[in-house]
């Protein structure tokens, strides 16, 4: 299987919820790089009517930053623009520091994310993975997260609690 298909094959199983970083959190170091602080991931329910279990999504999140902690573009997973150099857990959820590192001029796509990040136009976290859902307490469904693939920059976030 080539790479395209095993990324298309993997886009779509993966899940995705949204929490917006504040930009207050958004710093520029001096070569460019964009350096991002806020919540990737919250334990609330979102507008979806899904809460994350917090227990399996910090094993889950554990070993994604563990192995292969890259930030994405709007969940598609060939378009890398960083990785997440930091992972704290809350009662709230899990806050993360994430470095992009300014793309090449050539990279317009990259380019136009880079500069729609650094304006605070994109603002919002998210994470992708594979997980098991089963109904939870007052209607609310619970996500046990079996793998987390992707922290993604992308534009609406679901769980509007974390605004």
Do not use: C
């Amino acid at each position: 299987m080539t790479l395209d298909a095993e990324l298309a094959k993997l886009s779509g199983i993966v899940g995705a919820v949204d929490v917006p970083f504040e930009s207050k959190s958004l710093d520029v170091e001096g070569d460019g790089t964009l350096i991002l602080r806020g919540l990737a991931a919250g334990f609330d329910a979102d507008r979806m009517g899904e809460q994350f279990d917090p227990t399996s999504f910090k094993r889950a999140f554990e070993d994604y930053l563990a192995t292969n902690p890259l930030v994405t573009l709007n969940h598609e997973l060939q378009k890398v623009l960083g990785k997440i150099t930091a992972g704290r857990f809350t009662p709230r959820g899990v806050e993360v520091e994430a470095e992009i590192p300014k793309p090449d001029p050539g990279m317009a796509e990259l380019v136009n994310a880079y500069n729609l990040i650094k304006s605070g136009v994109l603002k919002a976290f998210s994470v992708g993975g594979r997980w098991r859902r089963a109904p939870g307490p007052g209607g609310v469904e619970t996500l046990y997260p079996l793998e987390i693939v992707e922290t993604t920059i992308a534009g609406v976030p679901v769980n509007a609690s974390a605004l």
